[in-house]
């Protein structure tokens, strides 16, 4: 909920049955509606909540210049009118019904830099909640005429009922017949519970308190006084903020203050509830702060753990000496992550502590915590360790290690190592017997077994595994004995890329990069073909299971070593689609490429598929595959040499003729060739260029 939306529901001038549209105001019938906590009760007596804005004839709200109050009190069921409300109508009477405190307020809350400028704000800004916080203040409602107080109530007798009707005087004079009807009894308390501290912060500079009620039993309450401990010894007085009473999800109404204070001080609150128009309920327990960050305390300087013939010796420097520091907690464990348990708990001057409980060839661990007067902190002040080493003899190596394939992981399992002072095992792989092995695991300890899934595993390796055991004192065993295993994963190759083509008579020639420049554990390729394009196959399953679900049919039998392929097995005129995968040395498969689609016997002529060149003693020669176009009658060679942006025409063979030498060269120079397929009427573009020194 945003804040102009809260303050809505909070300002209950209850907007259901205030906020009402002109033509319901203006309706001929009568219409009275009773509206609940319209009228409160306050020492001062009654308050009447009349609009939510400021009523003036020169800015009607929905009709109303101005509120009229009637009044009933106990049994009577006739209505006097007692008063009329509505804005001030000059600066002066404004200022005569707003407080100094209200002044300075809208001063500051609507930037402006005199009264006769907040005025003018004013006039142009009637609504409540064009104010924010200021619009719960009674000297508010006062200044803008939005509730009336009935001051003659106070004389009336406790327990008494006392009615209201507000009615409206509009804009065209008429008086609304629709009148809203509330009440409220002479001494009626507001339902308000005792806060209770439910939490506290505490920081060098700033602390701040929470206390909590349930809303049962609290539905009035609206705002918190803050009372403050002046000095150490001094009265509580009240501060000038106001706390809200949030409303959570727990069902408890929420009250919290933060304030900056001095550092190493106590301070003392509580809090008072309080209702809308300021009547007060039972006060809180008191909240005790002191201004210290205890997550952030001394640390003990120079800790030292020194094994010694009659125990290990622990020092340190003495800490600072401050009242709320009360002592130095030590605490041991065998394990340095967890199982602490205390020692014993010194004053703040000791510096020293000698444990004589202790079993030999054992490391042990020990944290120490600076005591506060606050819950305990568990982070430890302090760390050290020590031992009685054993230095003589390491572990025996684990026998019995097997390696097992588990899902994509490698299951490890050994025998145990009954050693006293055995610390952990460490589990260390390679990729060779003979090369070094790194540790593969964190310490093992309290069982014999090892599951390494790590993502760098690879179902193209074979991985040597060994186990070591240390002891307490860091000695290490040897090596196990090792055992070889390759994980079962599967690593696709790269599908192939890249894939062009031509139709010729009776045949579609493909060709393809080379994928072994992507993974040299490519060994060939398959070719898969349909007269249907490709349509959605699963994106992880090998191309022949992609295939036989997009009905592509395999059309090689054996596997292809080359980059290029052609498809004799073709209809003139029908349109033929491909997809290549590549096979690796592990009999993997990748996915299916890319599809590429072509007809037979198409009209264009396309250049020759395969052109290399050389030098020779006559000159550089040229050879290149034979077409089978339909169509083609020969072939033109290009040729263009350094500085050349355009190729140029140096010769033509007939369509048998696959051969051409360039005898007009000069010797050294580069040049770069290329052929294409000509035709009656028709030519190709260009093979790829091949470039070639001259001798």
């Known amino acids: 909920?945003?804040?102009?939306?809260?303050?809505?529901?909070?300002?209950?001038?209850?907007?259901?049955?205030?906020?009402?549209?002109?033509?319901?105001?203006?309706?001929?019938?009568?219409?009275?509606?009773?509206?609940?906590?319209?009228?409160?009760?306050?020492?001062?007596?009654?308050v009447v909540f009349v609009s939510d804005a400021a009523l003036s004839p020169d800015m009607p709200q929905t009709g109303r210049v101005q509120g009229i109050i009637y009044r009933s009190v106990g049994d009577s069921t006739s209505y006097e009118e007692i008063g009329r409300l509505g804005r001030?109508?000059?600066?002066?009477?404004?200022?005569?019904?707003?407080?100094?405190?209200?002044?300075?307020?809208?001063?500051?809350?609507?930037d402006a830099e005199t009264e006769e400028e907040v005025w003018e704000f004013v006039k142009e800004h009637p609504k409540s909640d064009d104010y924010g916080f200021l619009a719960f203040d009674s000297d508010f409602w006062k200044a803008f005429g939005?509730?009336?107080?009935?001051?003659?109530?106070?004389?009336?007798?406790?327990?008494?009922?006392?009615?209201?009707?507000?009615?409206?005087?509009?804009?065209?004079?008429?008086?609304?017949?629709?009148?809203?009807?509330?009440?409220?009894?002479?001494g009626h308390q507001p339902r308000l519970l005792r806060p209770q501290v439910i939490d506290r912060m505490e920081r060098d500079s700033l602390v701040s308190g929470t206390w909590s009620s349930p809303i049962e039993g609290s539905e009035d309450a609206f705002f918190g006084y803050i009372y403050k401990q002046m000095g150490d010894?001094?009265?509580?007085?009240?501060?000038?903020?106001?706390?809200?009473?949030?409303?959570?999800?727990?069902?408890?109404?929420?009250?919290?203050?933060?304030?900056a204070v001095e550092p190493e001080r106590a301070y003392r609150y509580f809090i008072e509830p309080v209702d809308l128009v300021g009547n007060t309920g039972p006060r809180s327990d008191t909240l005790t702060v002191i201004s210290v960050d205890f997550e952030k305390l001394p640390l003990l300087g120079?800790?030292?753990?020194?094994?010694?013939?009659?125990?290990?010796?622990?020092?340190?420097?003495?800490?600072?000496?401050?009242?709320?520091?009360?002592?130095?907690?030590?605490?041991?464990?065998?394990?340095?992550?967890?199982?602490?348990?205390?020692?014993?708990t010194l004053s703040t001057q000791a510096t020293e502590y000698l444990d004589t409980q202790l079993i030999p060839n054992k490391s042990y661990y020990y944290e120490f915590r600076i005591v506060t007067m606050r819950p305990k902190n568990e982070l430890p002040s302090a760390v050290a360790s020590a031992s009685f080493k054993n230095e003589m003899m390491a572990p025996a190596p684990p026998s019995g290690l097997t390696a097992v394939r588990e899902g994509e992981g490698i299951r490890l399992d050994w025998d145990s190592v009954e050693e006293p002072d055995l610390f952990a095992y460490y589990v260390y792989r390679g990729t060779?017997?003979?090369?070094?092995?790194?540790?593969?695991?964190?310490?093992?300890?309290?069982?014999?077994?090892?599951?390494?899934?790590?993502?760098?595993?690879?179902?193209?390796?074979?991985?040597?595994?060994?186990?070591?055991?240390?002891?307490?004192?860091?000695?290490?065993s040897d090596l196990s004995e090792m055992v070889v295993i390759r994980p079962d994963r599967v690593v696709r190759p790269p599908a192939p890329t890249g894939i062009e083509g031509y139709a010729e008579q009776q045949r579609i020639r493909l060709v393809w990069r080379d994928q072994t420049s992507r993974d040299n554990a490519v060994e060939g390729y398959n070719i898969y073909r349909s007269r249907s394009p490709l349509e959605m196959t699963p994106d992880s399953a090998a191309a022949a299971d992609q295939a036989e679900q997009a009905g592509f049919e395999k059309i090689n039998e054996e596997l292809i070593t080359t980059t290029a392929f052609d498809d004799t097995s073709i209809e003139s005129g029908q349109t033929y689609y491909y997809a290549l995968s590549s096979m690796d040395a592990f009999g993997v498969e990748s996915l299916m490429s890319n599809p590429a689609g072509f007809t037979g016997s198409t009209l264009s002529l396309r250049p020759p598929s395969q052109v290399s060149v050389r030098p020779v003693s006559e000159g550089i020669e040229l050879r290149w595959n034979q077409t089978l176009q339909d169509g083609a009658t020969g072939y033109r060679i290009f040729r263009r040499s350094r500085g050349q942006s355009e190729s140029t025409a140096i010769g033509l063979n007939d369509l048998e003729e696959t051969r051409f030498l360039d005898q007009d060269i000069s010797s050294g120079e580069l040049y770069w060739y290329s052929v294409?397929?000509?035709?009656?009427?028709?030519?190709?573009?260009?093979?790829?260029?091949?470039?070639v020194r001259a001798d």
């Open 1 to 46: 909920m945003n804040q102009k939306n809260r303050f809505r529901l909070l300002l209950i001038f209850f907007l259901a049955g205030i906020i009402i549209s002109p033509a319901l105001l203006r309706a001929q019938q009568t219409n009275v509606q009773y509206v609940e906590d319209m009228v409160n009760w306050t020492e001062n007596g009654m």
């Open 88 to 110: 001030a109508e000059s600066l002066e009477e404004f200022k005569e019904r707003a407080s100094d405190d209200l002044m300075a307020a809208l001063l500051e809350s609507t």
């Open 146 to 186: 939005t509730a009336y107080f009935d001051t003659e109530s106070i004389e009336f007798p406790e327990g008494e009922t006392v009615y209201y009707q507000i009615r409206y005087l509009m804009d065209d004079g008429s008086v609304s017949d629709y009148r809203m009807v509330s009440s409220d009894v002479v």
């Open 233 to 259: 010894d001094g009265e509580f007085e009240r501060l000038p903020e106001r706390l809200m009473a949030r409303r959570n999800e727990d069902s408890l109404l929420v009250y919290q203050w933060e304030e």
């Open 302 to 344: 120079n800790v030292t753990a020194i094994d010694t013939t009659a125990g290990i010796h622990l020092s340190w420097e003495k800490i600072p000496q401050k009242p709320y520091l009360t002592g130095i907690e030590i605490r041991r464990s065998r394990d340095a992550r967890k199982e602490f348990i205390t020692l014993d």
């Open 432 to 476: 060779s017997r003979y090369d070094s092995l790194v540790v593969a695991s964190p310490a093992i300890k309290d069982t014999t077994t090892f599951f390494d899934d790590n993502e760098i595993l690879s179902g193209r390796t074979n991985y040597v595994y060994a186990v070591k055991a240390v002891n307490l004192s860091e000695m290490e």
């Open 676 to 691: 294409a397929v000509v035709g009656e009427e028709r030519e190709s573009f260009t093979s790829r260029e091949e470039s």
